[in-house]
């Protein structure tokens, strides 16, 4: 039986032309090569599976090729080449830090350094997963990395960029690795499909690129995964039972079921999920997600990111155009609040069919229609229907004492009280989104009425509203302080002066103050400002200032004069 190569390695690039995703990148060290401008020190992150590791082994091929073509790619036949395609080369060491962080290897590592390359002009180093050093490896390795030899180059890969320190960063020239898009993944699926020749499913390849996050090598991992399940067919249906997913139809039903809220069929369907094996927050995810779609679908500017086959484009497009914008977006926030509380309930199916009753019956509230009961209540008669109706002979039987007569033709209007129906306040509809501006509209308009609005302020009413409020305060002091210096009215601010900054504190603190002023004065614009005058400030005769030490030495000097002989007898000196 031959051995087995997975297609990761087997289709790994070999030329940067081949690297998938990264063509700013590959045209960036290309150019380099091309220009002789190759820094000494390249640290590549990003995410796992994007080709850091790829475009370091490359690029280490094509600095030592001997016969680069005109676009610096390896040419993969010359000693370095085949040196290099059958790993012995001595003139490129990888090193994995995930296993070798310690500063032991660090230093046999700078050993290597010291020797120059026996054929070929760069020995280059790969360091895999630099992170992974230790503080005390990454200093070790800090003044080779800094002034190595001009022989030398290294290449670091590593996926958390901010674990390495700083004065590394500095140190190299740094290339941020972008996650790869699904539809050069699905391309890149179809050529292998191509080169295997394995029949796939467009909608099957977009299954496994969107699984796959962003990272080639998983989308190859999953992709020899369900080959050597389903075979030289690849459908969409083996593909999402390998992968334990919920075909996109049931998105599509329950959705359907929102629209026309029918929450029996709705809850149907959920049932049928649960049977399958999938929990409830895997549905509620994946109908968020289907939400997105739709949502994006809504513009013409955001289609482009429907990241789904060319078949199934147009049938999210007709979805999306019987869903208000306004009804997917409270929809997303209700899978979200579901998504988000799911862990903490205890019955877990009871919990996601409440969020699904609500989004059943959403439309209504989104639209603003009322709910419509099922059942009709029974109707009460009311007491002008149930009360006996009476002629005028046996009213004035009644009157007379005699007995009324059995049979009597109803006449004239009925003898009864009606008692009037009480209004039945309809419940209050959340409004729709497009109607904000009405409602602003309609605050204005309700302010302009009860007269909030800016008017001419005089300054009389100013000195009307300032003793009001003075004569509301209970504490003595801020009384006087508004007595002793009263406001003067410059347009729409109120000044005031003051000798103190304990003053001008005491008044801004007093916050209802101008609360007060502006509705006595009704002017929500009005200001307040309290300023500082030097020319009204208490005199300064009875405040005593701090002594300084030769000033305290003085007094205690005349108070004592032996305290000159203590001075002297300790050698002490007093400071100025």
Not at 123 to 151: C, G, R, W
Not at 217 to 222: E, F, P, Q, Y
Not at 244 to 251: P, Q, V
Request: aromatic share 6%; hydrophobic share 40%.
């Amino acid at each position: 039986m031959s051995q087995f190569v997975v297609s990761a390695r087997k289709y790994r690039p070999i030329r940067f032309e081949e690297v998938v995703g990264q063509g700013h990148i590959s045209q960036t060290l290309k150019h380099a090569l091309q220009t002789d401008h190759l820094a000494h020190a390249f640290l590549f992150c990003g995410p796992r599976g994007v080709g850091k590791t790829t475009c370091a082994r490359i690029l280490a091929k094509a600095i030592n090729c001997e016969n680069p073509n005109q676009d610096f790619e390896p040419c993969g036949v010359c000693n370095s080449c085949a040196a290099f395609n059958e790993n012995a080369s001595f003139n490129i060491f990888e090193l994995d830090a995930a296993s070798n962080n310690s500063v032991d290897h660090i230093r046999a590592l700078n050993e290597q350094v010291r020797f120059a390359p026996q054929m070929g002009k760069f020995k280059v180093f790969i360091i895999d997963e630099v992170h992974m050093l230790s503080s005390s490896a990454f200093n070790a390795f800090l003044k080779t990395l800094e002034e190595p030899p001009p022989y030398a180059i290294f290449i670091l890969a590593t996926t958390e960029k901010h674990k390495i320190l700083p004065t590394i960063l500095s140190r190299c020239q740094i290339y941020d690795f972008r996650r790869i898009l699904i539809a050069d993944i699905v391309s890149h699926l179809q050529y292998i499909c191509k080169q295997e020749k394995i029949e796939a499913e467009d909608e099957a390849l977009h299954v496994i690129a969107q699984k796959a996050d962003g990272a080639l090598r998983d989308a190859l991992s999953i992709f020899d995964r369900i080959v050597s399940s389903a075979g030289n067919h690849v459908t969409y249906q083996s593909v999402i039972q390998n992968l334990n997913l919920l075909d996109y139809e049931y998105f599509f039903q329950a959705t359907d079921a929102i629209l026309s809220e029918d929450l029996g069929a709705l809850m149907l369907l959920y049932d049928e999920v649960l049977k399958k094996g999938f929990e409830g927050d895997q549905f509620m995810s994946g109908l968020a997600s289907h939400l997105r779609e739709l949502l994006v679908c809504k513009q013409d500017k955001t289609i482009e990111l429907l990241e789904v086959p060319e078949n199934l484009r147009k049938r999210y497009w007709q979805q999306s155009k019987l869903a208000p914008m306004d009804l997917i977006l409270s929809l997303l926030d209700q899978s979200n609040s579901c998504d988000l509380h799911f862990g903490k309930a205890r019955n877990k199916r009871l919990h996601t069919e409440i969020y699904l009753m609500r989004m059943a019956y959403l439309t209504r509230m989104v639209t603003g229609h009322q709910v419509v009961q099922e059942t009709e209540e029974k109707k009460t008669p009311s007491l002008s229907e149930s009360a006996p109706k009476l002629d005028k002979k046996a009213v004035e039987a009644v009157i007379k004492g005699e007995k009324a007569p059995i049979e009597a033709e109803i006449q004239e209007t009925p003898i009864a009280v009606e008692i009037p129906k009480k209004e039945v306040k309809q419940k209050s509809v959340s409004p729709r989104l497009n109607s904000l501006d009405s409602i602003m509209n309609q605050v204005k308009t309700d302010e302009a009425k009860s007269g909030d609005s800016d008017a001419e302020c005089t300054a009389e009413q100013l000195a009307i509203s300032w003793e009001n409020y003075r004569a509301t305060l209970a504490a003595p002091s801020l009384n006087l302080l508004m007595s002793n210096h009263l406001p003067v009215l410059n347009k729409k601010v109120v000044e005031i002066l003051v000798g103190t900054k304990i003053a001008r504190m005491t008044i801004m603190e007093e916050t209802a103050l101008l609360d007060t002023l502006r509705r006595e004065m009704k002017s929500p614009g009005l200001l307040l400002r309290v300023d500082i005058d030097p020319s009204i400030a208490p005199p300064e005769e009875n405040v005593v200032k701090p002594l300084n030490t030769q000033e305290k030495y003085l007094h205690l000097q005349k108070i004592n004069p032996q305290i000159d002989q203590l001075v002297k007898a300790l050698n002490l000196k007093i400071e100025e």
